[in-house]
């Protein structure tokens, strides 16, 4: 992009006041523009709506599952969420056909989007007719020049202001209302940490945060060497989970994670995946930390293993399945091929329901290749009129061609899953672990030795398939890892020994099987490493 006023400066030099002046002119121009684009994609977004519903009242649907599939449209024409989607779509039918001042200023530039979304939502509790008042009074043509000098927290107050005085018993209504929705959530945050958020009442949170101050205060000043957020941190976990001070980190938490057997028994790089298992949702972690995961968790006998089948481009193995819904050992290959998040484009919710992309009803099977998890949603969009989907294949990967009723065409695909191991002594085809002949993959018990470690090129002495049945003949799948484990204080060297599934529990006085014992035991070997620290 050629900057105007500036076409033969290149980076550092000098501009002249007169054309930082200009850009700052075109800066603003462009805000209004922005403005304006949101207003029609408003405009558009309610006509589809009305259009679409108008259509499926003539087919006789049933008024409540009138449109549900436009805030998926939305969502995927916008780029976002289905449930951002389903936001815009809400908030545009107000702006359109109950505040038309406040989008004739988001129109003409006046109003930015955000602040026109924070006037539908601090008017949701009053009546049409006090909200086209307050409409009126802060977006009305004689107030356009005080709303443009006018700060979003003020503007907030205002109407808050107005509205305490047109409804004070609505006010009162909504207050009550939002006691009853108080509740605790939790969400991903960035680098491995997470957001445990309460939403409670002001009164209750501040005391609940005043003493959690206090308390970080009072431990800091005896020499406590954690910060004040830090103390507040872990004592509000220790509280929460009755754990005695300084031992935070003692609480046991299920993870699911899905790892690579490179990155978990050959000291490899390649990083792993939390799927949807954890109420945190999904995330990447490095290949060290997947490791202690597995570590703390083995050490303590809270882990089981199981292996997954991946051709080499990197697809699930097809599973088959009588059954009208999809078992519970599908159900969760479908979670860990999509890594838990939803399969709906530009969808980051977690999978809650297992679907059949050509619906059982016409003939889909219950497979694994005609299977995909979905958010309740998406899953309920898909089943409205002009709305299909079938399977295809990009990048040799598992894939979902959507078509609206529109026919505007969304292609999903299944994410890349964790590399297995690969070295230049097998084929590219033939996963090193692999037996190349016959089924038995997992008939004797290997420990790798350092030396195999250490050089990738010879093939590592470990048999993927732990307690399970190897390929079929004349198939060479790779493989991959899903673990699921408790996550414990963090230790230093630590043996990793694979336990039984949690309802085959181990005898706390087992003693431990010699090498010989251990080669005869094959659904539980003996695969003992030592974690670097």
Known sequence: MILPGATDTGPGALVSGAVQTEWVDLLGELEAVKNTVTATQARLTVALDEATRAEEARQSIRSERRGRGVPNQVGAALRVSPHAGAGFVGTSRVWVTQMPHTFNALRSGVLSSWRATLLVRETSHLSLEHRGLIDEEICGPAHLAELARMGTRRLIARIKELAAQLDVHACVKRNAKAVTERRVSVRPAPDLMVYLTALVPMAEGVQAYAQLKAHADAVKAAGDERSAGQIMADTLIE????????????????????????????????????????PAGVGVVPAPVARHLAAHAIDTDTAWLRSIYVNPHGRLLATTSTSRFHPQGLASLLRAREQGICASPWCDAPIRHTDHVTPHTEGGPTSLDNGQGLCARCNHAKQAPGWSQKTTQLHGRHAVETITPTGHTYVSIAP???????????????????????????????????????????TPAWTPAVGMTGPAPGHTPRSRYQIGCHTTPTHGTIAYRPSPPPHQPRPANRPSRSPAQARTRSRHPDLSWTHPT
């Open 416 to 458: 890349a899953p964790p590399t297995p191991a690969r070295t230049s002594a097998t084929d590219p085809g033939q996963h090193p672990s692999a037996p190349k002949n016959g089924p038995a993959a997992n008939e004797t018990d290997h420990t790798p030795s350092p030396a195999a470690v250490r050089d990738r090129t010879t």
């Open 239 to 278: 509280r929460t989970t009755g754990r005695e001070s300084g031992h935070a980190q003692d609480v046991p938490v299920t993870i699911n994670l899905l790892v690579s057997d490179d990155t978990l028994l050959a000291n490899g790089d390649q990083p792993a995946v939390v799927v949807e298992g954890a």
